[in-house]
T-cell receptor, first 111, second 114 residues
Framework: ELKVEQNPLFLSMQEGKNYTIYCNYSTTSDRLYWYRQDPGKSLESLFV?????AVKQEGRLMASLDTKARLSTLHITAAVHDLSATYFCAGDTGTASKLTFGTGTRLQVTL | NAGVMQNPRHLVRRRGQEARLRCSPM?????VYWYRQLPEEGLKFMVYLQKENIIDESGMPKERFSAEFPKEGPSILRIQQVVRGDSAAYFC????????????FGPGTRLTVT
């Protein structure tokens, strides 16, 4: 059974700083997803990573996948307040299978 | 193309009542997933359905919970005799499979049991 762990659970960072959120998973995962959730809102898809070495970037966020280490990272560059949210990673094991989510990282960017 | 729709967005029930949550998938999507999010936690899978079939219900509590996705109409998650521990946000996601595996999430239904 796939298990997904994220760290840190909570991250407070100043605007302009860089930081990385880590996502470890226990068994082979076909795909690795990153989502953003604002308080009281639904999930917004950020990235889908399909293969070893995959790297995707959108604005100040960059996600990567190392399938050998069973590790994905979400790197935040020069954080801004608008990035404050909870970020989840999730994996799946099969074309039509459920998503297994990590516990989430609550990011707070302070001025 | 409208997104995944869920209603109601907020639902308040007293202990012992029934809760019915509805999910209309995106147009052309015939695969529906239900997830539950307890306060301050991640999402947990409950059930995966295709039209008229339950494919995977490994995350569903054994009692009081049921789900369906009829040939016509929305998918329904039904919780009988609700208890305070059922208070959570319930999210539905749909997928157009085969070929496109990505799940698209609805806005969620926030259930409060008083």
């Amino acid at each position: 059974e796939l298990k997904v762990e994220q760290n840190p659970l909570f991250l407070s960072m100043q605007e302009g700083k860089n930081y990385t959120i880590y996502c470890n998973y226990s068994t082979t995962s076909d795909r690795l997803y990153w989502y953003r959730q604002d308080p009281g809102k639904s999930l917004e898809s950020l990235f889908v990573l399909l293969s070893n070495g995959a790297v995707k970037q959108e604005g100040r966020l960059m996600a990567s996948l190392d399938t050998k280490a069973r590790l994905s990272t979400l790197h935040i560059t020069a954080a801004v307040h608008d990035l404050s949210a909870t970020y989840f990673c999730a994996g799946d094991t099969g074309t039509a299978s459920k998503l297994t989510f990590g516990t989430g990282t609550r990011l707070q960017v302070t001025l | 193309n409208a997104g995944v729709m869920q209603n109601p967005r907020h639902l308040v029930r007293r202990r012992g009542q029934e809760a019915r949550l509805r999910c209309s998938p995106m147009k052309g999507h015939s695969h529906v997933y239900w997830y539950r999010q307890l306060p301050e936690e991640g999402l947990k899978f409950m059930v995966y359905l295709q039209k008229e079939n339950i494919i995977d219900e490994s995350g569903m509590p054994k009692e009081r919970f049921s789900a369906e996705f009829p040939k016509e109409g929305p998918s329904i998650l039904r919780i009988q005799q609700v208890v305070r521990g059922d208070s959570a946000a319930y999210f539905c996601a749909s997928s157009p499979l085969p070929g496109n595996y990505e799940q698209y999430f609805g806005p969620g239904t926030r259930l409060t049991v008083t």
